[in-house]
């Protein structure tokens, strides 16, 4: 799979400032690859150049090309509203969720221990690497989006980022993400935005795909942590999410990202992990995601065995656990291999 420009370093520059929902929009410059980003490095892109920027074809042609117009979009932030929660436009989006699609792009072997307190170190879970699409009318909205599988298949950028201790990184035949919207009949060209629950390696690799696309949403605190402390140590690759032309845009706090999605507040993974909540006819799905790999955190309730503060986390997982017990609430995990909604991949509610 081609893919389209090197890393990349990172300044805000446009939006208002602080309050919980406020959005900020951070434009990436080009870098040495690996190397940590330079002040000189930076450099703002107007709005005019951005909407004038257009896709280089990638090598592969199987490769999604997102339409100019829909790269010229840009989300509007707005202060934070009741409780603290701001709002996000992002273009093209109507009316409420009709559907959402489960994907399934790839599997990890986790000890248990990492993926619920007090779990056997010595046992080991294929956890399925997931991702979602949140489908409106006119437009579709991204939720994570799986492994670099450009990285994945290069023998020394594998051994470098995924092979190490028990761990390493599992593809189906093909570009799974590629793949799967393509078969959920979703058009690239309507893709409104890519919201991140976290910016751990096994959800970013699909930023590739989006250069000089549609907005990227993440919590500050996340990208604070991604860009400044952590490391492989930590399970991030800097590649994925320092790219040139990425419009990210920083989350403070929870957010309605469109009518009826909205982000959940779950650091504790991670520093500005988020959830996200939708709402579709007769009934609600809240996609954990790292916040709860298995089902068996939410119902214990019980944290993840590994996060970067446990106490948040395990103020996160109590709040997953009430959420499910609400009426027409599921709340489902990120990896948990035995839980029904990632044993393929599929349309929620099928029809």
């Given at each position: ?194 919201a991140l629950s976290h910016l751990h390696l096994d959800h970013t690799g699909g930023l590739r795909l989006l250069e000089g696309g549609p907005p990227v949403l993440v919590q500050r605190a996340e990208w604070e942590f991604a860009t400044t402390e952590a490391d492989a140590r930590h399970v991030y690759a800097r590649d994925d999410y320092l790219r040139p032309g990425l419009d990210v845009r920083l989350l403070d706090g929870e957010t309605e990202l469109a009518p009826g999605l909205s982000t959940l507040d779950t650091r504790g993974r991670t520093p500005g992990h988020q959830s996200f909540r939708i709402g579709l006819a007769g009934r609600t799905v809240v996609l ?64």
């Amino acid at each position: 799979m081609g893919r389209f420009g090197s890393g990349a370093g990172a300044e805000p520059v446009v939006g208002p400032a602080g309050g919980a929902g406020a959005v900020h929009r951070v434009r990436l410059a080009r870098h040495r690859r690996g190397a940590a980003p330079r002040r000189s490095d930076r450099r703002v892109v107007s709005g005019r150049a951005r909407r004038n920027r257009r896709y280089r074809r990638p090598r592969d042609r199987a490769t999604p090309r997102l339409h100019p117009q829909t790269a010229g979009g840009r989300a509007r932030p707005r202060s934070g509203g009741a409780g603290g929660t701001g709002l996000v436009t992002l273009p093209g989006v109507t009316g409420t969720p009709r559907a959402l699609y489960r994907f399934v792009l790839g599997y990890e072997p986790i000890r248990e221990s990492v993926s619920i307190e007090g779990g056997d170190p010595a046992r080991f879970l294929l956890e399925p690497v997931t991702a979602a699409a949140v489908c409106y009318d006119d437009a579709w909205v991204l939720l994570d989006s799986g492994f670099d599988t450009d990285a994945v298949r290069d023998p020394a950028r594998r051994a470098a980022r995924y092979n190490y201790d028990s761990y390493t990184a599992l593809l189906p035949p093909g570009d799974p993400l590629v793949d799967q919207v393509r078969a959920a009949g979703l058009d690239w060209r309507r893709l409104s935005g890519c919201a991140l629950s976290h910016l751990h390696l096994d959800h970013t690799g699909g930023l590739r795909l989006l250069e000089g696309g549609p907005p990227v949403l993440v919590q500050r605190a996340e990208w604070e942590f991604a860009t400044t402390e952590a490391d492989a140590r930590h399970v991030y690759a800097r590649d994925d999410y320092l790219r040139p032309g990425l419009d990210v845009r920083l989350l403070d706090g929870e957010t309605e990202l469109a009518p009826g999605l909205s982000t959940l507040d779950t650091r504790g993974r991670t520093p500005g992990h988020q959830s996200f909540r939708i709402g579709l006819a007769g009934r609600t799905v809240v996609l954990a995601c790292d916040a709860a790999d298995l089902r068996a955190n939410i119902t214990g309730p019980r944290a993840c065995g590994w996060a970067t503060d446990p106490v948040a986390a395990r103020v996160a997982i109590r709040r997953l656990h009430e959420l499910d017990r609400q009426p027409a609430t599921e709340v489902w995990p990120g990896h948990d291999p035995d839980w029904w909604a990632w044993q393929e991949p599929g349309l929620y509610p099928a029809r």
